[in-house]
């Protein structure tokens, strides 16, 4: 059974599914300040947009969980400062990194306003999020934690773990981090992933075919 989605008084937490790849795009806010951030805007910003004007969000910023363009491709709609590892920072105006050129919708991103890095911690009104460096799926794709719920990009699916066939994908580094970067997080902890559906460390731990 899957958790239920995270809102309520310190935080909310809305996920869109959005485009042809079905990306999972977050919006993260602070109920107290109105503060908002979004994160991997791939697609249907209109969607996004109007989510964030109807409940009186403002937006801060926007996060890139790495830098292919199914998570990037509407980064400029927003008119809002970037962030992204700095390890992926060349993604944004590469079409040939980012894949969207294998797909066909040459993405080029705006330049990113704040290189992240390993334990970075990004304050959004009262929130505090911890960025956690989990590459293999890309040279700098992070997981996003708040509180007990983690946004895993494509580094840790329900049931999978991301592609690392493409370039610059590495199988053994992407495993390294799922083990040394999210299992040590206790087995109530919601994972929100890039694609699919939620899920928690520890059905992950016991279940997922790529970890047992």
């Not at 979004?38 to 403002?58: E, Q, T």
């Not at 700095?86 to 705006?110: E, G, H, Q, Y």
């Not at 994908?169 to 992407?174: L, N, Q, T, Y």
């Amino acid at each position: 059974m899957s958790p239920k989605p995270s809102s309520g008084d310190d935080f909310i937490l809305k996920e869109f599914t959005v485009g042809p790849m079905a990306v999972n795009c977050y919006v993260v806010a602070d109920p107290a300040t109105k503060k908002a951030c979004v994160i991997d805007p791939g697609f249907d910003g209109a969607k996004i947009k109007d989510f964030l004007r109807k409940n009186g969000y403002s937006l801060e910023f926007i996060i890139n969980t790495h830098g292919h363009g199914d998570h990037i491709a509407l980064n400029g709609y927003f008119d809002s400062p970037i962030y992204i590892h700095r390890l992926d920072n060349d993604f944004l105006i590469d079409a040939t990194k980012n894949l969207s050129a294998m797909f066909f919708f040459k993405v080029r991103s705006p330049a990113a306003s704040k290189l992240l890095e390993d334990g970075d911690i990004i304050e959004l009104g009262n929130l505090k999020l911890k960025i956690i460096h989990t590459p293999g799926h890309t040279p700098g794709s992070i997981s996003v934690k708040l509180d007990g719920v983690i946004l895993t990009g494509d580094t840790l699916f329900h049931g999978g773990v991301g592609r690392t066939d493409f370039e610059y994908g590495d199988e053994d580094a992407i495993l390294r981090s799922i083990r040394e970067k999210l299992l040590i997080f206790s087995d109530d902890t919601v994972i929100y992933p890039g694609h699919g559906e939620i899920s928690t460390i520890g059905y992950e731990r016991r279940h997922n075919p790529f970890l047992t």
